[in-house]
């Protein structure tokens, strides 16, 4: 399970809205806990693929290790990464597939159409090797707005 | 000051967590066998069969990417820090 709080689940979403008709990516830095992963920070990145940048995505690897750096000094970890699919739906593509290598990371898909973030799906990477890795639908769980709404009742 | 390497989320699994690894080691191949004869089942997730860095694996030494100094032969010293960073890309199509 992914989970997020809203402000870090509407970030991950209007990030696509603002790139459109482009592809966005960005980091996610958080916590491993236990199967889940859970999100303190979404960290906007660049899109270096300015070849075809409405479907593709590529992360200079210096905002990698700037992100990671920066979790480390919050003692926190590198826990998934976020892309915008512009007028396509949020799956996982087989270019997806083959350019994952953060092995039990989420990789959170957001769907763009005409501008407008829809929906939002996350997988997580599992396998132990290149050869056996696959992406798996994973449940996103955005918990302020599950708490917000059970306080005003 | 010792050499260190930092190591990604996902291979942390195969240093008992650790995030930084102290190696010896005068250049960037040397430093990375240090490492992997601390921690064996690294090596195939960065070298192929054939002894080769795999493609998707970004080596930076501070700030700098080893494909644009030496590669493998760029020369460090204590006080560096090699990073490995698996690179992130993809796309709808």
């Given at each position: 399970?992914?989970?997020?709080?809203t402000?870090?689940?509407?970030?991950l979403?209007?990030?696509?809205e603002?790139?459109?008709?482009?592809?966005?990516?960005?980091?996610?830095?958080?916590?491993?806990?236990?199967?889940?992963?859970a999100?303190e920070?979404?960290?906007?990145?660049?899109?270096?693929?300015?070849d075809?940048?409405?479907?593709?995505y590529?992360?200079?690897?210096?905002e990698?290790?700037?992100?990671q750096?920066q979790?480390?000094s919050?003692?926190?970890?590198?826990v998934g990464?976020?892309?915008s699919?512009?007028?396509h739906p949020?799956?996982?593509?087989?270019?997806d597939?083959a350019?994952?290598?953060w092995?039990?990371?989420?990789?959170v898909?957001?769907?763009?159409?005409a501008?407008?973030?829809?929906?939002?799906?996350?997988f997580?990477?599992?396998?132990?090797?290149e050869?056996?890795?696959?992406?798996?639908t994973?449940?996103?769980?955005?918990s302020?707005?599950?708490?917000d709404?059970?306080?005003?009742? | 000051?010792?050499l260190?390497?930092?190591?990604?989320?996902?291979?942390?699994?195969?240093?008992?967590?650790a995030g930084?690894?102290?190696?010896?080691?005068d250049?960037?191949?040397s430093?990375?066998?240090?490492?992997?004869?601390?921690?064996?089942p690294?090596?195939?997730?960065l070298?192929?069969?054939q002894?080769?860095?795999r493609?998707?694996?970004?080596?930076?030494?501070?700030?700098?990417?080893i494909?644009y100094?030496?590669r493998?032969?760029?020369?460090?010293k204590p006080?560096d820090l090699?990073?490995?960073v698996?690179?992130?890309a993809?796309g709808?199509?």
């Amino acid at each position: 399970m992914l989970k997020l709080r809203t402000a870090e689940y509407d970030a991950l979403r209007s990030h696509g809205e603002e790139t459109y008709p482009f592809e966005c990516c960005g980091v996610l830095v958080g916590r491993f806990t236990g199967e889940d992963r859970a999100v303190e920070e979404v960290v906007h990145c660049g899109n270096t693929r300015s070849d075809r940048p409405q479907d593709r995505y590529h992360i200079d690897p210096k905002e990698l290790i700037a992100a990671q750096r920066q979790a480390t000094s919050k003692g926190l970890e590198i826990v998934g990464f976020y892309h915008s699919h512009p007028d396509h739906p949020a799956r996982w593509s087989q270019t997806d597939l083959a350019e994952a290598h953060w092995l039990g990371c989420s990789y959170v898909i957001t769907s763009v159409q005409a501008g407008r973030a829809q929906d939002t799906n996350s997988f997580v990477l599992l396998g132990d090797t290149e050869d056996n890795k696959h992406l798996e639908t994973e449940e996103i769980r955005v918990s302020n707005l599950v708490e917000d709404r059970t306080i005003c009742r | 000051m010792s050499l260190k390497v930092s190591i990604p989320t996902p291979l942390r699994r195969y240093t008992d967590g650790a995030g930084v690894i102290e190696v010896a080691g005068d250049s960037v191949g040397s430093a990375l066998q240090s490492l992997t004869d601390q921690f064996p089942p690294l090596k195939q997730h960065l070298y192929t069969d054939q002894g080769r860095l795999r493609s998707f694996v970004n080596v930076y030494v501070n700030d700098d990417d080893i494909r644009y100094l030496q590669r493998t032969e760029t020369a460090v010293k204590p006080g560096d820090l090699i990073s490995i960073v698996p690179s992130i890309a993809g796309g709808s199509a």
